[in-house]
């Protein structure tokens, strides 16, 4: 699992800027929502994070509406937060993903992320018993 240092750094070399343990750490703590560290999950991305990423790394991006009912709660959160392994945007109307695959199995759920999250939640259960 890639962590936020070695994004960052990606995205620092990707615009061919300086790379140093002290810009890396000044840009995690306005890129990432979260600054802890973990083994995996934890990629939320804030506005100046995802604006970079598309305006400056011009790195593709993959936005996926939610279903108009929706309301995001602290579990669906934390659902994204543990169960999207590649740097994430989420707004009240949509879900901004840059990798292939977090795009895909989002669209297979329509956007509704309260199903994707609770159908990651149970699938990881069930492969624990």
Do not use: C, H
Request: no cysteine.
């Amino acid at each position: 699992m890639k962590t936020k240092d070695v994004y960052t750094r990606l995205l620092l070399k990707a615009t061919e800027e300086l790379v140093t343990d002290d810009i890396i750490k000044s840009k995690k703590s306005v890129w990432w929502w979260n600054n802890r560290s973990k083994d995996s999950g934890g990629l939320r991305l804030t506005e100046e994070g995802i604006d970079y990423i598309s305006d400056y790394a011009k790195l593709k991006t993959y936005t996926i509406k939610f279903p108009k009912e929706i309301t995001i709660t602290p579990q669906i959160l934390i659902w994204l937060d543990n169960f999207i392994e590649s740097p994430y945007y989420i707004t009240k109307k949509d879900i901004t993903v840059i990798t292939e695959k977090a795009a895909f199995e989002l669209y297979l759920f329509s956007g509704d992320i309260r199903k994707f999250g609770y159908g990651k939640a149970l699938s990881k259960r069930m492969s624990q018993e």
